[in-house]
């Protein structure tokens, strides 16, 4: 079997990792998660705007979550369905161990991925729209982590404005697999 593509993209790293993001990372056909997310959504105009365009979901309290994951040649498409409102980006292996890019229609972003304690951080390095790099300035701010807590796969992730510091969307919650085709 080919190698799985985030456990390139991790490289060394992907030994360190607790079973239950393993688990979230290894698709070999189509994998099913379920789980709750609370959604928060930024306020100002420039916040809500970037996050209608993307997709993101609107704010809620405890709402259900499905993740599906299929793999393609190079990544993997993920469709991520909050409540009733869906999102999806691809997701490949980056050229360098260590990180890995997602795009959202015409942007392309990359993304380290650190791991300590058995918690993965995935700090924004770059981006692109349309092929032409995207100045540092003009990124959102990304705090995003996996993490295992009761047994679960959890996440937390937060993109703010690149200038203000206004939150654009934040949704942190669980996961937990349903299934996987092979």
Avoid at 30 to 44: L, M, Q
Wanted: charged share 25%; net charge positive.
């Amino acid at each position: 079997m080919t190698s799985l593509h985030f456990e390139r993209a991790f490289g060394h790293m992907w030994s360190s990792l607790p079973i239950e993001i393993k688990e979230l990372h290894r698709v070999t056909d189509v994998s099913h998660f379920n789980g709750e997310a609370k959604i928060s959504r930024g306020r100002s105009l420039p916040a809500r705007l970037t996050a209608w365009f993307f997709g993101f979901p609107k704010a809620a309290e405890a709402c259900p979550v499905t993740v599906t994951k299929t793999r393609e040649a190079e990544g993997e498409l993920w469709v991520r369905v909050f409540g009733a409102q869906r999102f999806q980006s691809r997701c490949a292996p980056a050229p360098e161990p260590g990180r890995f890019r997602e795009r959202f229609g015409a942007f392309l972003f990359e993304v380290d991925l650190e791991v300590v304690d058995g918690e993965v951080s995935m700090p924004l390095r770059r981006g692109w729209v349309c092929g032409v790099p995207l100045p540092r300035w003009t990124l959102p701010k990304s705090e995003t982590r996996e993490f295992v807590a009761e047994g679960r796969f959890h996440f937390d992730v937060s993109l703010r404005m690149p200038f203000g510091d206004a939150l654009i969307v934040r949704y942190q919650g669980y996961l937990e697999p349903v299934s996987q085709t092979q």
